[in-house]
């Protein structure tokens, strides 16, 4: 049995399709857009663009491995440290992770998000 490999070309200027307001946005109007590539045994793989604003996250139900192909962001971890992201950063957000986004320039990423 042979199975497809999902890919696609293109990913720092393709078209995605818009989301609406990223959920749990306290400040600006940070608007999402968004391809899913793949979906499979509980890991989902896409390409996620989000303009200026921010928002908390608590408790972060899942893990996810990010690298940043565009803008720039910074992440605030629970106890204050931060870490500014920008082309090329890759990030590691593990289950349980609470802290805060915010989005300075507007961000896009690669992303794998595992259940």
């Known amino acids: 049995m042979s199975a497809s490999i999902p890919s696609i070309a293109g990913a ?3 078209a995605l399709a818009p989301a609406g307001q990223r959920a749990g946005a306290d400040s600006g109007d940070p608007q999402v857009s968004a391809k899913l590539i793949s979906e499979n045994d509980g890991i989902k793989t896409g390409i996620w663009e989000c303009t200026l604003g921010g ?3 608590n408790s972060r139900p899942d893990c996810e491995v990010a690298h940043i ?6 992440i605030t971890d629970a106890d204050g440290t931060k870490l500014e992201l920008t082309a090329g950063s ?12 915010d989005v300075t320039e507007t961000v896009r990423k690669v992303y794998v998000i595992v259940a």
């Open 12 to 14: 720092v200027t393709m």
């Open 55 to 57: 928002w908390p996250i």
């Open 69 to 74: 192909l565009k803008g720039r962001a910074t």
């Open 90 to 101: 890759v990030i590691v957000l593990p289950k349980g992770w609470t802290g805060r986004w």
